[in-house]
T-cell receptor, first 115, second 111 residues
Framework: ETGVTQTPRHLVMGMTNKKSLKCEQH?????MYWYKQSAKKPLELMFV???????ENNSVPSRFSPECPNSSHLFLHLHTLQPEDSALYLC??????????????FGQGTRLTVV | AQSVTQLGSHVSVSEGALVLLRCNYS??????LFWYVQYPNQGLQLLLK??????LVKGINGFEAEFKKSETSFHLTKPSAHMSDAAEYFC?????????FGTGTRLKVLA
């Protein structure tokens, strides 16, 4: 496999369930990101990891818990979600440098439905 | 702070017609600008990017964009639309470890 792979592609969960989203990048990048994409809203940056260290948390509710065990894997642990959390969750990676200006590579996303 | 504004959430063009999708940016430093395309239930795919140098940037699938500092714009164009261009297009500006996306423009191509 190449690029950024997300599993599962679709997930339906109840509000009391606990589930995890997985992202794996095969590009040797040093940064990984979680974005939330809801209908009629801009992409929302949730978390950023640089070399396994979380560098940004955009005021995301604690029911979303990220984990980055190494620079190739990123998880998003979900618990006691709300229906408004239903969205497409996108993982991305990039090879950042001091200068910036590099593109992010995206996975195909996980379509999450909270019932 | 950096931001981008995409004018027009929906654009319709006839097959073979010019495609023009508008993006204006705000940045206190020289911006790095991107256009991405998203097909239904897919992730975002890079079309093209501007970092430095030539202001007219060519991308995949016949798209190009021109960086105009005086107008703070980075509009996306394609001379002749194809049915397969129907998708959602996102403009983005980036710093280090940060990508700020516009709200997207959904392109519809009419036969």
């Amino acid at each position: 496999e190449t690029g950024v792979t997300q599993t599962p592609r679709h997930l339906v969960m109840g509000m009391t369930n606990k589930k995890s989203l997985k992202c794996e990048q095969h590009l040797g990048h040093n940064a990984m990101y979680w974005y939330k994409q809801s209908a009629k809203k801009p992409l929302e940056l949730m978390f950023v990891y640089n070399f396994k260290e979380q560098t940004e948390n955009n005021s995301v509710p604690s029911r979303f818990s990220p984990e980055c065990p190494n620079s190739s894997h990123l998880f998003l642990h979900l618990h006691t979600l709300q229906p408004e959390d239903s969205a497409l969750y996108l993982c991305a990676s990039s090879q950042e440098s001091r200068q910036g200006g590099v593109e992010a590579f995206f996975g195909q996303g996980t379509r999450l439905t909270v019932v | 702070a950096q931001s981008v504004t995409q004018l027009g959430s929906h654009v319709s063009v006839s097959e073979g017609a010019l495609v023009l999708l508008r993006c204006n940016y705000s940045s206190s430093v020289p911006p790095y600008l991107f256009w991405y395309v998203q097909y239904p239930n897919q992730g975002l795919q890079l079309l093209l990017k501007y970092t430095t140098g030539a202001t007219l940037v060519k991308g995949i699938n016949g798209f190009e964009a021109e960086f105009k500092k005086s107008e703070t714009s980075f509009h996306l164009t394609k001379p002749s639309a194809h049915m397969s261009d129907a998708a959602e297009y996102f403009c983005a500006v980036s710093g280090v470890y940060k990508y700020i996306f516009g709200t997207g423009t959904r392109l519809k191509v009419l036969a």
